[in-house]
T-cell receptor, first 114, second 113 residues
């Protein structure tokens, strides 16, 4: 079975720009969660998507938004980038029911904002 | 609200020695508990999980953890560490009723030859 894949692996943006990060979930998983991991810290929950709808959100401003597609892949969009948005962004998928909060992580997309 | 505390930010240990990484959680509802490992420049990998049943949970790479409800703890142990165990370890909690998984700040394990 294929795992969770994320793209791009690394990218550099400047303040004020917009970025889109992509995630393909593991086969058989229909729930996708996004996390932000700043350097030296634990992952912070951004939001989760289930059946193409946002299903829970952490303490992140509205300029962080997402989408889930019918094939369960997902995008994370961040507008008006700030220096503090520099982090590793992790996507995780999970199966429906009975293990909905057991996550399989991708390797992440490392965003640097200059 | 749920939260996770990892009492040690860094743990150095000699190769083949035992190690314990401490984790305490707070939650007003029943919980699922997890330990994840992160190697440099990689994503997180699940080591073990407690969902229900036996409070002693065995995971991959020889790790185990014990769920202690009265002490709200879920400490991770390994009887003999290897150089390859050098990594960042994250304890995490999730409500049995909700999907959001909350991570602790992490413990950096350094195995010394």
């Amino acid at each position: 079975e294929t795992g969770v894949t994320q793209s791009p692996t690394h990218l550099i943006k400047t303040r004020g720009q917009q970025v889109t990060l992509r995630c393909s979930s593991q086969s058989g998983h229909n729930t996708v969660s996004w996390y932000q991991q700043a350097l030296g810290q634990g992952p912070q929950f951004i939001f989760q998507y289930y059946r193409e709808e946002e299903n829970g959100r952490g303490n992140f401003p509205p300029r962080f938004s997402g989408l889930q597609f019918p094939n369960y892949s997902s995008e994370l969009n961040v507008n008006a980038l700030e220096l503090d948005d520099s982090a590793l962004y992790l996507c995780a998928s999970s199966p429906e029911g009975g293990g909905a909060n057991v996550l399989t992580f991708g390797a992440g997309s490392r965003l640097t904002v200059l | 609200a749920q939260s996770v505390t990892q009492l040690d930010s860094q743990v150095p240990v000699f190769e083949e020695a035992p190690v314990e990484l401490r984790c305490n959680y707070s939650s007003s509802v029943s919980v699922y508990l997890f330990w994840y490992v992160q190697y440099p420049n990689q994503g997180l990998q699940l080591l073990l999980k407690y969902l229900s049943g036996s409070t002693l949970v065995k995971g991959i790479n020889g790790f185990e953890a014990e769920f202690n409800k009265s002490q709200t703890s879920f400490h991770l142990r390994k009887p003999s560490v290897h150089i390859s165990d050098t990594a960042e370890y994250f304890c995490a909690v999730s409500s049995a009723s909700y999907d959001k998984v909350i991570f602790g700040p992490g413990t950096s394990l350094s195995v010394i030859p």
